[in-house]
């Protein structure tokens, strides 16, 4: 597919690319379209993962698509059955034929002469280099480092002679039968494993610095389990999906007016689950407010079962340094182990690493505004899909196809070759991009766009105001130049 020129090249086949596929296929079948993939497989993230239990951190009414009723009955799905979900859409809608891996997009280079982006890409197989242009760059590489995860230097760490595991490189045969375990971390990865491995495992031990917020939900929902016997699947899928985006919504608002109400909800539901001498303020009660960081969902309350249960148990500490057999702490505990899980997190990157230019200019994404969240502020013909962080991913997703269909059905009708966001005049600098305070976020403060005091340069996080915005608002405003 060398010197090939495409209409939309979109850079990404997980979760972000194929919804962008489907949409482009539905309301733009004109258009010419590749999907660029740096791995072997589509799925990104549903395909990366494979730790024991990996499942959905948001339920699957609003993080399947709009288009696509989820069909299952389980509220949080497990990795396997969301990564059977996107090739079900890329199997109907035949868009695995429009996927090239092994092609990792290393730089690209808008000409506003030339009106066109110009791709530079490699195969991850043989190193080989190549060229394609395209009119437009419509970015669905995620926000993590695919290639490496972020682990702390932790002291002594070649002293340890049992495995230590990072859940993004998780190896296919590890036998943990038996073993003595430690999960460094308490978010949603380690309340994943934690469960998902107790019963095979002599015992798990959760390891943190400081507590998480959890939300303990049942993982079937009754209304719309009931709503499904009596009528169709699609119209139980829009009964929860609506139900769960208005109870998102309504939750993160009283998180943010009230945010000691919802702390002492959320650390109720801890203690209901656990024994009364239990220690909770220690090991459950965070330093924070609710929503400050991603809050974890708990289905069913499995991690509380699991400590419960005499399977697991979690310690609030620092580490002091690793030695041949666990983890010495700053107490001066010790911690036995065979295993070590470093569920520390992963490395943000907004834009997959790619070098991006505009007419030879070297675009700095830190210097940087985002227009509705989704364009960068003179970089034109270029969408991006960065999902909500108070959300499902996927309904961002969903919602940024929609327009950018919308934008390359407008600039056709009306012939324009490109649209640049250009922001009128001095816009004040409102806040962090990303309000958040969790560490993946925090490492990468200075790297992320700035987000500006007014519409449209706000990332904003209210699902209803972007349907208003993106779906069924106008695609014209003084702020977006067409040529």
């Known amino acids: 597919m060398d010197d090939k020129h495409v209409n939309i090249l979109i850079v990404g086949a997980g979760l972000s690319g194929i919804g962008a596929a489907y949409h482009l296929k539905k309301e733009c079948p004109n258009k010419e379209y590749l999907i660029l993939e740096s791995r072997d497989q589509l799925g990104g993230t549903w395909d990366l993962f494979r730790y024991p239990g990996i499942r959905s951190d948001s339920d699957m009414t609003t993080m399947g698509f709009r288009f696509k009723p989820w069909k299952g009955e389980k509220l949080v799905a497990e990795g396997g059955a969301i990564l059977d979900y996107l090739h079900e859409i890329a199997d109907e809608n035949k868009i695995k034929e429009k996927i090239q891996y092994h092609s990792h997009v290393?730089?690209?280079?808008?000409?506003?002469?030339?009106?066109?982006?110009?791709?530079?890409?490699?195969?991850?197989?043989?190193?080989?280099?190549?060229?394609?242009?395209?009119?437009?760059?419509?970015?669905?590489?995620?926000?993590?480092?695919?290639?490496?995860?972020?682990?702390?230097?932790?002291?002594?760490?070649?002293?340890?002679?049992?495995?230590?595991?990072?859940?993004?490189?998780?190896?296919?045969?590890?036998?943990?039968?038996?073993?003595?375990?430690?999960?460094?971390?308490?978010?949603?990865?380690?309340?994943?494993?934690?469960?998902?491995?107790?019963?095979?495992?002599?015992?798990?031990?959760?390891?943190?610095?400081?507590?998480?917020?959890?939300?303990?939900?049942?993982?079937?929902?009754?209304?719309?389990?009931?709503?499904?016997?009596?009528?169709?699947?699609?119209?139980?899928?829009?009964?929860?999906?609506?139900?769960?985006?208005?109870?998102?919504?309504?939750?993160?608002?009283?998180?943010?007016?009230?945010?000691?109400?919802?702390?002492?909800?959320?650390?109720?539901?801890?203690?209901?689950?656990?024994?009364?001498?239990?220690?909770?303020?220690?090991?459950?009660?965070?330093?924070?407010?609710?929503?400050?960081?991603?809050?974890?969902?708990?289905?069913?309350?499995?991690?509380?079962?699991?400590?419960?249960d005499g399977k697991a148990s979690v310690v609030t500490d620092h580490i002091e340094e690793f030695e041949t057999d666990g983890v010495k702490l700053k107490s001066g505990e010790k911690l036995q182990a065979d295993i070590i899980i470093t569920a520390t997190g992963f490395n943000v990157l907004l834009f997959g690493n790619i070098d991006i230019k505009v007419d030879n200019k070297i675009i700095d994404s830190s210097k940087s505004m985002t227009y509705k969240g989704m364009m960068v502020s003179n970089v034109p013909n270029l969408i991006m899909t960065f999902g909500y962080t108070n959300a499902s991913w996927t309904l961002r997703a969903d919602l940024t196809a929609e327009y950018a269909c919308r934008l390359f059905n407008y600039m056709d009708k009306h012939g324009y070759k490109y649209c640049q966001p250009t922001p009128e005049g001095e816009i004040e600098i409102d806040g962090e991009w990303l309000d958040f305070n969790s560490g993946y976020v925090m490492r990468v403060l200075e790297k992320l766009p700035r987000q500006g005091a007014r519409d449209p340069w706000r990332n904003t996080q209210n699902y209803k105001k972007d349907v208003l915005q993106l779906r069924y608002g106008r695609i014209t405003d003084k702020e977006l130049k067409f040529i």
């Open 106 to 308: 290393e730089s690209a280079a808008w000409s506003s002469d030339m009106a066109q982006w110009s791709i530079n890409y490699r195969n991850k197989l043989d190193n080989s280099k190549s060229v394609l242009t395209c009119d437009f760059l419509y970015l669905c590489v995620g926000y993590y480092d695919y290639d490496q995860g972020y682990e702390p230097d932790f002291k002594g760490r070649d002293n340890f002679k049992g495995q230590i595991i990072h859940p993004q490189k998780w190896p296919n045969d590890l036998d943990y039968s038996g073993k003595r375990v430690v999960v460094i971390g308490s978010g949603a990865t380690a309340v994943t494993i934690i469960p998902s491995m107790a019963e095979k495992t002599e015992h798990i031990t959760m390891l943190q610095r400081s507590p998480t917020y959890y939300m303990i939900r049942p993982n079937k929902n009754p209304l719309g389990n009931f709503i499904r016997k009596i009528t169709n699947n699609t119209v139980a899928y829009y009964v929860m999906r609506w139900q769960n985006i208005n109870m998102q919504s309504f939750f993160f608002k009283r998180a943010r007016k009230y945010p000691q109400r919802v702390k002492d909800f959320l650390i109720g539901l801890v203690k209901d689950h656990l024994p009364e001498n239990f220690d909770v303020d220690r090991h459950f009660t965070p330093p924070y407010n609710p929503w400050d960081q991603r809050l974890c969902l708990v289905p069913d309350g499995d991690l509380f079962n699991a400590i419960n």
